[in-house]
């Protein structure tokens, strides 16, 4: 290919709005364009590297036994209606109505397919001789993202391979569940990414249902948790916390005084921290009382000042299908005060309390106090707050109600934050922000019920398939090299995804250098190397930075003195310093360290090391 001859718009400046690496990297080095907010053209390059990393998966995708098909893009509402989601998804769901003659049909652009696929296996799968098989695609899906953000790692149109699963029992979903995530860790290792499998929701199978996939990045939207010593790794939704130690912020307090119960009143002060501003504490003397529904009873939940209520984790515990903050009519009649004073003594209603296990020793505490502009300082869980503790507790200014409990329980439920012990061993916990690239998952029979997928078993009774499903976002595979792969200069592309393995760089535009350029670039080719030939007449300057900015792996300069000693420059974008190579022969040499590197990436990968 001739640079003049394609289309490679790169950018000196950085473009208005782009503010993360891959964002400015893939809109300067002239691989995507902007559409709309989420919504971006892939230009010639882009698309090379996209291809290169469709290509990588539907190889390993492949090799697990799954098949291609392609489903329409478009489905009727009514399958989505079937399985409850128009409601679930709400206006992420990108919905349209085609005028047909005198109807109108409601029709979806797909965010995901386990309808299409769900209804499809069920009008074609009939019996256990035709199970377990795994289906799959690459094609477009649309998700209207509110605040599509940050280029090309979340648009409302997106690139996704989705399998699915179809089995007669759970060995059979387990034996491919396991095939397909050692095929992602193949897939991503391929693709040069730092990869980290962590333990997610697990829905309705339970277990370890369900893992993502997460490239660990500074910008990545997604936090995970993991454990150095042990290697345990969970997103915030599932990462479980382990028992308190001594000397952990959460231990059992050993001696410490306990102060009276005491009201204060707390003039315009409702949040975490304007209540901590007005008494001069740290959020962690304070505790927060959030009133929920679950299943449309209250529960209140005890949670210290500096950590987050974790809605997943208090979901299993009560076993309830909606979890939701109550209103503020609801928190009114619970707690007798206005949204911002709950406060675990003196609840109006007797309902049930969960108190998450790092308030369990608590003591000194402030807390809302149930009453307007009102807290409590020096409230002791162990004494204020245990439902054998009933009757009023005297305080050395004001007389504070009966406390109130239904019953309290202890449990965790909240997020993990840096430092938390280690539920596997005895280790501590880590937080980093990443990128969600991948996510398998145990589905079960949601769909397949919904949708009909039964099939005759072998003892002739019908039977509901088991199902699993599983994504990875294709363009995030993209924007996740640039993110974790760049220095000042651009982006450094793995030669496995690189939209051109190697440049030919000449630095005159002259008869004889052109001449062994393009016999350069047509051996090559030949050898089925990926070869991009700058044949623009440009300093070489502005030449070079647009091949470090684009990132080619390898660069080959063609320069007059290198001519007269039959000698060409050779370059890893990787590395500081060229090397000289023979021109004799040099496109066999260059082929061979060229599919080397395609196979074993070990360059590249010693560069990422250092
Ligand atoms: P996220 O939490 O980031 O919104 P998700 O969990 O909703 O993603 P899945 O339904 O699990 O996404 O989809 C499978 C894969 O598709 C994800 O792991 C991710 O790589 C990719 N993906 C999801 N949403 C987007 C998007 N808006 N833009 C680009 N890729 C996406
Ligand atoms: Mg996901």
């Not at 691989?31 to 469709?54: D, E, F, H, N, W």
Request: proline letters at 6%; a negative charge.
């Amino acid at each position: 290919m001739l640079w003049s001859q394609t289309l490679i718009p790169t950018m000196k400046e950085t473009p208005e709005g782009a503010e993360i690496p891959s964002h400015i990297l893939m809109l300067r080095a002239g691989l995507i364009a902007q559409v709309m907010a989420g919504a971006y053209t892939y230009l010639p390059l882009g698309l090379r590297s996209l291809q290169k990393a469709m290509q990588i998966v539907r190889e390993e995708m492949n090799r697990t036994g799954a098949v291609e098909l392609l489903m329409s893009a478009m489905c009727p509402i009514s399958l989505y209606e079937r399985t409850d989601r128009v409601e679930a998804f709400g206006d992420v769901l990108v919905k349209a109505t085609l005028p047909r003659g005198g109807r109108k049909v409601p029709i979806v652009f797909c965010p995901t397919h386990e309808e299409e696929v769900t209804d499809l296996v069920s009008r074609f799968i009939s019996s256990y001789r035709q199970l377990p098989i795994t289906l799959y695609q690459i094609q477009t899906k649309f998700r209207n993202e509110e605040r599509p953000r940050f280029g090309v790692l979340r648009t409302s149109e997106f690139l996704m391979k989705d399998a699915y699963s179809f089995h007669a029992n759970l060995e059979s979903l387990n034996a491919t569940y396991k095939k397909i995530y050692d095929a992602y860790g193949r897939i991503f290792s391929r693709c040069g990414l730092p990869f980290l499998p962590v333990e997610a929701e697990s829905g309705p199978i339970g277990g370890d249902a369900s893992h993502e996939f997460m490239i660990p990045s500074p910008n990545g939207e997604d936090k995970v948790v993991y454990c150095a010593a042990c290697g345990y790794a969970a997103n915030t939704e599932k990462a479980e916390i382990g028992p308190c130690r001594h000397g952990d912020a959460g231990a059992p307090p050993v001696s410490v005084d306990m102060k009276p119960l005491t009201e204060l009143a707390t003039p315009d002060a409702h949040t975490v921290e304007q209540v901590c501003q007005f008494l001069k504490v740290k959020p962690h003397k304070l505790i927060k009382t959030l009133i929920y529904l679950a299943d449309g009873k209250p529960v209140a939940v005890l949670v210290r000042g500096d950590h987050e209520a974790n809605e997943n984790k208090l979901r299993r515990f009560l076993n309830v299908a909606k979890l939701e903050l109550a209103d503020p009519g609801t928190i009114e009649r619970v707690t007798g005060a206005p949204v911002g004073f709950a406060g675990p003594v003196g609840l109006k209603e007797k309902i049930d309390v969960l108190a998450d296990n790092a308030v369990r020793n608590c003591r000194n505490m402030v807390a809302g106090a149930n009453k307007n502009e009102t807290h409590v300082v020096g409230l002791c869980i162990d004494r204020d707050c245990m439902p054998q503790t009933s009757g009023a507790v005297q305080s050395d200014t004001v007389q504070i109600g009966s406390v109130q409990l239904g019953s309290m329980q202890f449990g965790d439920f909240r997020d993990a934050v840096e430092g938390d012990p280690c539920p596997r061993c005895s280790g501590s916990l880590s937080i980093r922000q990443a990128i969600e690239v991948g996510h398998v998952f145990k589905l079960g029979t949601k769909y397949s019920e919904a949708l009909g997928a039964k099939y005759l078993d072998a003892d002739e009774t019908q039977k509901t398939i088991i199902m699993g499903c599983y994504g990875i976002g294709v363009n995030r595979i993209i924007a996740g090299i640039c993110e974790t792969s760049y220095d000042e200069a651009g982006i450094v592309w793995p030669v496995n995804l690189a939209p051109f393995e190697v440049l030919l760089c000449p630095i005159k535009i002259d008869e004889a250098s052109m001449k062994i350029a393009h016999a350069l670039h047509d051996e090559l080719e030949t050898a089925g190397i990926d070869c991009l030939l700058d044949d623009r007449d440009q300093r070489p300057g502005v030449k070079f930075k647009d091949a470090d900015l684009i990132g080619f792996p390898l660069r080959i300069v063609i320069g007059p003195k290198g001519i007269e000693k039959g000698e060409l420059e050779m370059k890893w974008r990787w590395s500081k310093e060229p090397e000289m190579l023979p021109l004799e022969g040099a496109a066999l040499k260059i082929a061979q360290l060229l599919q080397e590197e395609r196979h074993t990436a070990r360059r590249f990968r010693a560069a990422m090391d250092r």
